[in-house]
């Protein structure tokens, strides 16, 4: 069974940055494509960034790129979400997700194991 575990979650004023980090284990790491989702209160789960097996490719929202960087460790089993220029609107709880051989697909159905999530609040 593979288990997700993110951190790295806060209260941030806007303008301000948080480094997100989710750990796996329980199976190979780098056979898992990686995905960051996001969900505020009363809307959807949304797709923020996804990286392939191996980190060499990158796919973010139109509405994280330039502020966004995710990439990932293999040697630790970890990967990460540097977020900066926070606003607002990034408010909301932000899941790792796990793909299977895949690619890094931006549709949540495509993704075999999810975290608990870890919550960030940008304040005004």
């Known amino acids: 069974q593979v288990q997700l575990v993110e951190s790295g979650g806060g209260l941030v004023q806007a303008g301000g940055s948080l480094r997100l980090s989710c750990t796996v284990s329980g199976r190979t790491f780098s056979r898992y494509a990686m995905g960051w989702f996001r969900q505020a209160p009363g809307k959807e789960r949304e797709f923020v960034a996804a990286?392939?097996?191996?980190?060499?490719?990158?796919y973010y929202a139109d509405f994280v790129k330039g502020r966004f960087t995710i990439s990932r460790d293999n040697a630790k089993d970890t990967m990460y979400l540097q977020m900066n220029s926070l606003t607002p609107e990034d408010t909301a709880r932000y899941y790792c997700?796990?793909?299977?051989w895949g690619w890094g697909s931006s549709a949540k159905g495509d993704y075999d194991y999810w975290g608990q999530g870890t919550q960030v609040t940008v304040s005004s």
């Open positions: 997700a796990a793909n299977l």
């Open positions: 990286v392939s097996r191996s980190g060499d490719n990158t």
